[in-house]
Structures are given as C-alpha cells and as structure tokens.
C-alpha cells in the first residue's frame, strides 16, 4: 500500500482519461489530482514534494515533452511518467533522454502503471541525458 503523503498528478486532456486514472490511483490508495493541461499543472505553486506526474504526451499545447524539459529548467525531480496512444523508438528514446521514468502505450495496463508510479517514488531520480534534446 502507497504512503500516504505520495500525490499522483494525472495530466490529460481526455477527460475520460483523468476520471479513469484518478478511479485507479484511488483504488491503490494514492492521493491525487488531475488537470487538462500542462500550463495548469504549472500554474500551481503548492505542489506536493513526494509526487509523480502521469502524463499525456500528446497534450494540446505544452507537450508532455515539453512539460518534463519546463520542469527540467525549472528544476522540479518529480518523476514522470507518459502515456502515448502513438509509440515509437524515436518518441521512447527522446523521453528516455529526457529522464521519463516510465512509458506506456494507450491503453494502459494499470498494474504496470501501478507498479512504475510505486518504482518511481521509491527510486532516486537520474538528471535528464539530454535535457536540450529536440522534440518530436
């Protein structure tokens, strides 16, 4: 069972997406909150220190991409973790360089979600390879 003081935020403009996400970090105990876009996740200032953001790559505006190299400048070390209904070994391999701490094809099987968010809150967080590296 997750610590209490772990929070998930889940980052999709799917709605259906954020409910059905938020139905599962419920039922594993974690603490959670969603948003529709990156620049509303940004826009917080009260983040949680122990979190791990679940992210659309695909988001309208900010990419998920784009999100975790804003949070590289801005030195946030949340873990994160996409989601992509289009996967390829370029796409895995710029987030991977970005220092995504996981990657899953839509739909996902909640289990490895689970068992990646618990990975990543447990794991120290590695610096980005390439933190300048070109989006896709």
């Known amino acids: 069972m997750p610590a209490e003081c772990h929070t998930i935020y889940v980052i999709d403009d799917d709605a259906s997406i954020r409910r059905a996400l938020g139905r599962v970090m ?9 948003f529709d876009s990156a620049d509303q996740f940004l826009a917080r200032t009260d983040l949680a220190e122990n979190a791990c953001i679940v992210a659309d790559m695909a988001l309208i505006g900010m990419s998920g991409l784009e999100l975790q190299q804003e949070l590289n400048a801005r030195h946030y070390r ?8 289009e996967d390829s ?48």
């Open 78 to 85: 949340f873990p994160v973790i996409f989601l992509t209904a």
């Open 26 to 34: 419920t039922s594993a105990g974690y603490a959670w909150e969603s």
């Open 89 to 136: 070994e370029e796409i895995r391999n710029v987030a991977r360089n970005a220092g995504a701490a996981g990657f899953f094809r839509k739909p996902v099987d909640t289990q490895a979600l689970l068992d990646a968010i618990d990975w990543a809150l447990h794991e120290p967080q590695q610096e980005p390879s390439e933190p300048d590296s070109p989006l896709v």
